[in-house]
C-alpha cells in the first residue's frame, strides 16, 4: 500500500519566535537569532554565542497538570506539536487516536536534567537524587510527554541519529504513512541549548571560533571557522492526502520523497569524499521521481563547519552538474544556528515557503566557498515547485527529502 502523504500542518518554538508567524516573519526579514548565551555563564569558554529560544510561554499551550512533570526541551516538543495539530485544524478524539502517532529526532535529549542527576548522582549519593528527574533523562521523554498531552495512541518513537535525527524522523513517519499504519503522524524534531552540551562542542572543537578569527556563524562562507549553537522544536503534521481531503484540509505541500546513506568517518568526524550526501539525495529524488532540474531549492544542512560546508558544497555541485539549471540554494542555520535536531524546523520552513513562495537569506555568507546559486538576500518574486531538505551528521550519516508544492 502507498499512500500520498501531506503536510497539513506546522508548529514552532524557534529563536525568531514561536508559532509560524512570527517565525517566518522574522526569517525573511533577514532578522538572526544569534545573541549572547544568558542561560549560563560563558566565562570560561571562548565561544559565547548562541541561539536561545526566547519569549515562549508552556502554559498557553500545555496543561499545568502535565507542564509540572516536564523538562525543557518536552516543553518546547510539546507546544510545537499542539501548534502544529492546531494549524492542521485536527481533532484528536477516541474514533482516531489510535491511528496518530509520533515520531521525534533529537541528537542531544534533555542534557540539563540528565547532567543534573548524574551530578547528584555520581558526587553525593544515589539515594539523593530526584527520582522525579529520572523519567526525562531519556531520549524518547519529549515524544511521550507529547503524546500524553496530546492523547495520541499510534506510533510514538524517538530518532536518535545525531544531526539528521529529525530529517530521518521525517523519513520514518512518512513511511508509516505511505504503508497505510497511521492517518497523521506529528514529527521533527528538537534540542536545547544547556552547559553540559556546550562544553561538550566546545572540546570537540565544533564551535565558533574555530581557529581564530571573529565568532559567528558563516554556512558555506569562504571565512567559517565554526558552527554556533542552537536550539528549539519544529514538528509538521503528516497526513494521507485521503485523510486530509476527507475532512476539507488544505495542505502546504507534499512528501514525495526521501533518501538515507552514511559514509565511513570517524564518530567526529566526516568523510573524506562527498559519496554519502550524494547519494542520499540522488535516492531522494529517485523516490520522488524528479530528475535533478526539476529541484528549484535546496534548504541546506550548512552549518559554518569547516569540513561539512565544503562536503555538502561538493556533493551540490555534483549531483546538479548535468542537470541543465542549478536549484536555489540557502541555509537557514545563519539565523538559527545549528540546533542539531533543527531537520523539522527546516522542513516547516520549507513546507511555508512552498506555499507562499517566498524563500529566506542565508546570514553569514559573503564570500561563497563555490559557484553554487546561493541565496544571499531573501527572495520573495520566486516559482519553487519542488524543494529539498538537506541533513548532515557527523561520524557519516545523510538524509535528504523531497516536498512539492499542492498544484
Given at each position: 500500500?502507498?499512500?500520498?502523504i501531506?503536510v497539513?500542518?506546522?508548529?514552532?518554538?524557534?529563536?525568531?519566535?514561536?508559532?509560524?508567524?512570527?517565525?517566518?516573519?522574522?526569517?525573511?526579514?533577514?532578522?538572526?537569532?544569534?545573541?549572547?548565551?544568558?542561560?549560563?555563564?560563558?566565562?570560561?569558554?571562548?565561544?559565547?554565542?548562541g541561539?536561545?529560544?526566547?519569549?515562549?510561554?508552556?502554559?498557553d499551550?500545555?496543561?499545568?497538570?502535565?507542564?509540572?512533570?516536564?523538562?525543557?526541551?518536552?516543553k518546547?516538543?510539546?507546544?510545537?506539536?499542539?501548534?502544529?495539530?492546531?494549524?492542521?485544524?485536527?481533532?484528536?478524539?477516541?474514533?482516531?487516536?489510535?491511528?496518530?502517532?509520533?515520531?521525534?529526532?533529537?541528537?542531544?535529549?534533555?542534557?540539563?536534567?540528565?547532567?543534573?542527576?548524574?551530578?547528584?548522582?555520581?558526587?553525593?549519593?544515589?539515594?539523593?537524587?530526584?527520582?522525579?528527574?529520572?523519567?526525562?533523562?531519556?531520549?524518547?521523554?519529549?515524544?511521550?510527554?507529547?503524546?500524553?498531552?496530546?492523547?495520541?495512541?499510534?506510533?510514538?518513537?524517538?530518532?536518535?541519529?545525531?544531526?539528521?535525527?529529525?530529517?530521518?524522523?521525517?523519513?520514518f513517519?512518512?513511511?508509516?504513512?505511505?504503508?497505510?499504519?497511521?492517518?497523521?503522524?506529528?514529527?521533527?524534531?528538537?534540542?536545547i541549548?544547556?552547559?553540559?552540551?556546550?562544553?561538550?562542542?566546545?572540546?570537540?572543537?565544533?564551535?565558533?571560533?574555530?581557529?581564530?578569527?571573529?565568532?559567528?556563524i558563516?554556512?558555506?562562507?569562504?571565512?567559517?571557522?565554526?558552527?554556533?549553537?542552537?536550539?528549539?522544536?519544529?514538528?509538521?503534521?503528516?497526513?494521507?492526502?485521503?485523510?486530509?481531503?476527507?475532512?476539507?484540509?488544505?495542505?502546504?505541500?507534499?512528501?514525495?520523497?526521501?533518501?538515507?546513506?552514511?559514509?565511513?568517518?570517524?564518530?567526529?568526524?566526516?568523510?573524506?569524499?562527498?559519496?554519502?550526501?550524494?547519494?542520499?539525495?540522488?535516492?531522494?529524488?529517485?523516490?520522488?521521481?524528479?530528475?535533478?532540474?526539476?529541484?528549484?531549492?535546496?534548504?541546506?544542512?550548512?552549518?559554518?563547519?569547516?569540513?561539512?560546508?565544503?562536503l555538502?558544497?561538493?556533493?551540490?555541485?555534483?549531483?546538479?552538474?548535468?542537470?541543465?539549471?542549478?536549484p536555489?540554494?540557502?541555509?537557514?542555520?545563519?539565523?538559527?544556528?545549528?540546533?542539531?535536531?533543527?531537520?523539522?524546523?527546516?522542513?516547516?520552513?520549507m513546507?511555508?515557503?512552498?506555499?507562499?513562495?517566498?524563500?529566506?537569506p542565508?546570514?553569514?555568507?559573503?564570500?561563497?566557498?563555490?559557484?553554487?546559486?546561493?541565496?544571499?538576500?531573501?527572495?520573495?518574486?520566486?516559482?519553487?515547485?519542488?524543494?529539498?531538505?538537506?541533513?548532515?551528521?557527523?561520524?557519516?550519516?545523510?538524509?535528504?527529502?523531497?516536498?512539492?508544492?499542492i498544484?
Amino acid at each position: 500500500m502507498h499512500r500520498r502523504i501531506v503536510v497539513t500542518g506546522v508548529g514552532l518554538v524557534t529563536p525568531l519566535g514561536v508559532g509560524k508567524d512570527a517565525f517566518m516573519r522574522q526569517l525573511l526579514d533577514g532578522v538572526s537569532g544569534i545573541q549572547p548565551i544568558t542561560l549560563f555563564d560563558t566565562a570560561r569558554f571562548d565561544a559565547k554565542l548562541g541561539a536561545q529560544v526566547h519569549g515562549f510561554t508552556p502554559q498557553d499551550f500545555i496543561r499545568p497538570g502535565t507542564l509540572r512533570r516536564m523538562d525543557r526541551l518536552s516543553k518546547l516538543a510539546t507546544a510545537a506539536a499542539r501548534m502544529a495539530v492546531d494549524d492542521a485544524g485536527f481533532q484528536i478524539g477516541p474514533h482516531n487516536r489510535d491511528r496518530v502517532g509520533i515520531v521525534l529526532g533529537t541528537c542531544f535529549g534533555a542534557t540539563d536534567v540528565a547532567s543534573q542527576f548524574g551530578k547528584v548522582l555520581f558526587t553525593d549519593s544515589p539515594r539523593r537524587a530526584n527520582p522525579i528527574l529520572v523519567p526525562n533523562t531519556v531520549m524518547n521523554a519529549p515524544a511521550g510527554h507529547a503524546a500524553i498531552e496530546l492523547g495520541v495512541r499510534g506510533v510514538n518513537s524517538t530518532v536518535n541519529h545525531r544531526e539528521v535525527s529529525a530529517e530521518a524522523a521525517l523519513a520514518f513517519a512518512a513511511a508509516e504513512i505511505a504503508r497505510g499504519r497511521a492517518d497523521l503522524v506529528l514529527t521533527g524534531g528538537g534540542d536545547i541549548i544547556s552547559e553540559f552540551c556546550f562544553n561538550v562542542l566546545t572540546r570537540f572543537r565544533t564551535l565558533s571560533p574555530q581557529d581564530g578569527g571573529a565568532e559567528g556563524i558563516r554556512p558555506f562562507d569562504a571565512r567559517r571557522n565554526g558552527t554556533v549553537v542552537g536550539e528549539g522544536a519544529g514538528i509538521v503534521c503528516l497526513e494521507s492526502l485521503d485523510s486530509a481531503e476527507a475532512r476539507g484540509a488544505i495542505p502546504y505541500c507534499e512528501i514525495v520523497g526521501w533518501g538515507l546513506s552514511a559514509a565511513p568517518a570517524g564518530l567526529n568526524d566526516w568523510p573524506a569524499d562527498p559519496s554519502g550526501p550524494s547519494l542520499a539525495m540522488t535516492r531522494a529524488l529517485a523516490a520522488a521521481a524528479v530528475e535533478p532540474g526539476g529541484i528549484d531549492y535546496v534548504c541546506a544542512a550548512a552549518n559554518g563547519g569547516l569540513r561539512p560546508d565544503q562536503l555538502e558544497a561538493e556533493a551540490l555541485a555534483g549531483v546538479f552538474a548535468d542537470s541543465g539549471r542549478r536549484p536555489l540554494v540557502g541555509s537557514l542555520k545563519g539565523a538559527l544556528g545549528e540546533g542539531f535536531s533543527s531537520g523539522g524546523i527546516r522542513a516547516a520552513a520549507m513546507a511555508i515557503s512552498l506555499r507562499n513562495q517566498a524563500l529566506p537569506p542565508t546570514l553569514g555568507l559573503f564570500q561563497p566557498l563555490a559557484p553554487l546559486n546561493f541565496i544571499v538576500r531573501a527572495e520573495s518574486r520566486v516559482s519553487i515547485r519542488y524543494g529539498l531538505v538537506n541533513g548532515m551528521s557527523s561520524g557519516g550519516t545523510f538524509a535528504a527529502v523531497v516536498m512539492k508544492r499542492i498544484e
